[in-house]
């Protein structure tokens, strides 16, 4: 699997702010604006989405902040914060090890007893559905600039499908929607590439 181009890749420490902002505009031109998540817009504008960094360079650190954030989120309003966004630059790159370490979020989300309360999406630059190729358009609908696990709350996942008709068909939706932009149509929204960051900008990383 490839990993990410050694002029972009973001190192041990790198800007939360390059991150974050990189990540936002991911999330403003193909998740809004593509709709590929009808539900994202609301929490978006509202301010309710929380972006973090984690700068763990090995899945215990990894475990750590991830379990940081999602008791964070459980003990959150969810008027001011209904869900989370946890980027991780510094490892993970491969797709392959980031669907391994998905067996542990999830195994760490049961520890925590927040199962049924909440549960973990995930994004990555390089994710791929089983059977298709790697520049397949319709992998785009689950790729970001960052291995992204997503923190969501089971009840506002429940109260969106309801009030969302025909939600069960969002997944074919997007599908259509990204093969009729066309591969060269997604990658020129130019928001799916991780930012390349200056020289001394990685000190200033806050992490999570």
Same mark, same amino acid.
């Given at each position: ?86 980027? =991780? ?74 009030? =969302? ?20 149509? =997604? ?22």
């Amino acid at each position: 699997m490839t990993s990410f181009p050694t002029s972009a890749a973001p190192s041990a420490g790198a800007n939360d702010e390059a991150i974050i902002a990189a990540t936002r505009r991911w999330v403003d031109a193909a998740v809004i604006g593509l709709n590929l998540c009808p539900f994202a817009k609301a929490v978006q504008v509202k301010g309710q989405v929380h972006y973090a960094v984690s700068h763990a360079q090995d899945h215990s650190a990894l475990l750590k902040d991830l379990a940081r954030q999602l008791l964070a989120l459980a003990d959150s309003d969810p008027a001011q914060r209904d869900t989370t966004l946890l980027m =991780v630059p510094d490892m993970l790159e491969d797709f392959a090890d980031f669907n391994d370490f998905l067996d542990e979020a999830d195994a760490l989300l049961e520890r925590l007893g927040l199962e049924g309360v909440l549960q973990i999406a995930d994004f990555h630059p390089h994710y791929q559905f089983a059977g298709t190729e790697a520049d397949d358009v319709s992998n785009y609908t689950n790729r970001a600039p960052y291995p992204t696990l997503h923190l969501l709350r089971e009840d506002s996942i429940e109260q969106a499908v309801q009030a =969302v008709p025909d939600a069960s068909a969002i997944f074919e939706r997007n599908i259509a929607t990204l093969e009729a932009l066309g591969l060269s149509g =997604v990658q020129a929204l130019g928001c799916f590439a991780p930012v390349a960051l200056a020289p001394g900008e990685g000190e200033s990383g806050k992490g999570v």
